[in-house]
């Protein structure tokens, strides 16, 4: 359960009155996700989702979030639409935080995503990229490699009591990230969470994708990399080969990676893991008093750190020339 701000019956139905979304029903807090607090809201006109924007989201941010949003659904991409108030306005604010009303996407996440699921995700990620790349407002990744020390150092001496030796294990791959990081790769907008809890199926089709709030200007592999770490691995860190190949495959199916992004693969995927075990281990040690919310494991991003360090090429990953 993601709920940091609790929001009272009459606060939300004098949220609601600036908008022509007809009358509440019911709303409930939304168990799923760990950024953000969201309530599901039924109304008398539809359904649609209220998002408080918590700690990592930057409310500057937003209007490049939900313009993108609009953006890409312009472009037939399945997406939630920011819903506006009467003043025409989307962005508003609910109990001191930013928030915002958007579309209800059907479909269900897939829990253990198989290689068709990897292949349709590999698919809808090069379109996303594809539908992005005439969006005209840039936003710079403040989650890269830069960051890591930082939110490293924010864990602190408390790491080791997370697992012996992290502080030895992250300190190894900070000075290789920092040392090999890729620049100049092909770039654009990129969605930067696309988890498996973010990406929706009706039956085998994959029908909608959400949780825009850390897209932002980066190397479009670097946004694979994220995927193929989010999709292909078992939280005991097994990395399964034919969910990389199908994956790789769907998005080559509609962008072709360049040589140099097929060479870079190996260190994203080993940045990618290190980004997504930091922000787990810094929300592990600081579960804020009161808050509702599950976070994630840190160690199954470190047992992944295991697999990408004797990575050596992209053809470990599934690709093939
Ligand atoms: N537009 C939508 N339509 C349908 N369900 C949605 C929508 N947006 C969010 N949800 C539901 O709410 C859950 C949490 O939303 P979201 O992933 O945006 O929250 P978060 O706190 O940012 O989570 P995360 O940990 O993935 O970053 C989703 O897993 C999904 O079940
Ligand atoms: N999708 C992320 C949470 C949002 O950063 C994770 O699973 O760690």
């Given at each position: 359960m993601a709920v940091y701000t609790e929001v009272s019956d009459e606060a939300l139905t004098a949220f609601l009155s600036a908008y022509e979304i007809g009358?509440?029903?019911?709303?409930?807090?939304?168990?799923?996700?760990?950024?953000?607090?969201?309530?599901?809201?039924?109304?008398?006109?539809?359904?649609?989702?209220?998002?408080?924007y918590e700690k990592r989201v930057d409310a500057g941010d937003l209007p490049f979030f939900l313009n993108l949003m609009e953006h890409l659904a312009a472009r037939g991409l399945a997406c939630p639409q920011p819903i506006a108030k009467r003043d025409g306005v989307a962005l508003g604010e609910l109990c001191g935080r930013p928030a915002v009303i958007v579309s209800f996407l059907e479909g269900v996440s897939v829990k253990r995503p198989n290689a068709d699921h990897c292949r349709a995700l590999g698919v809808a990620l090069a379109g996303l990229h594809r539908a992005g790349s005439d969006f005209g407002m840039r936003r710079a990744n403040n989650l890269s490699v830069e960051s890591w020390e930082p939110?490293?150092?924010?864990?602190?001496?408390?790491a080791d009591t997370v697992s012996v030796g992290l502080t030895e294990r992250v300190r190894g791959d900070l000075a290789v990230l920092r040392a090999g990081w890729p620049r100049g790769l092909p770039s654009g907008v990129i969605h930067a969470d696309l988890f498996t809890d973010n990406v929706f199926f009706i039956g085998d089709d994959l029908s909608g994708l959400i949780d825009f709030y850390f897209a932002c200007t980066d190397a479009f592999a670097?946004?694979?990399?994220?995927?193929l770490n989010a999709w292909c691995?078992?939280?005991?860190?097994?990395?399964?080969?034919d969910k990389g190949a199908a994956m790789i495959a769907g998005?080559?199916?509609?962008?072709?990676?360049?040589?140099d992004e097929v060479?870079?693969?190996?260190?994203?995927?080993?940045?990618?893991?290190?980004?997504?075990?930091?922000?787990?281990?810094?929300?592990?040690?600081n579960v804020p008093p009161g808050a509702l919310v599950q976070?994630?494991?840190?160690?199954?991003?470190?047992?992944?750190?295991v697999f990408h360090r004797s990575a050596t090429h992209a053809r470990d990953y599934g690709w093939v020339a």
């Open positions: 009358t509440l029903l019911s709303y409930k807090g939304i168990a799923e996700g760990v950024e953000n607090t969201n309530f599901f809201l039924h109304t008398t006109v539809g359904s649609y989702i209220l998002t408080l939110l490293f150092l924010a864990a602190g001496p408390a670097y946004d694979l990399a994220i995927c691995f078992e939280p005991d860190g097994t990395f399964f080969p998005y080559q199916s509609v962008r072709r990676l360049l040589d060479d870079a693969l190996p260190i994203l995927c080993r940045g990618a893991a290190l980004r997504f075990m930091l922000t787990r281990l810094v929300d592990w040690l976070p994630k494991d840190p160690l199954e991003y470190d047992r992944r750190l």
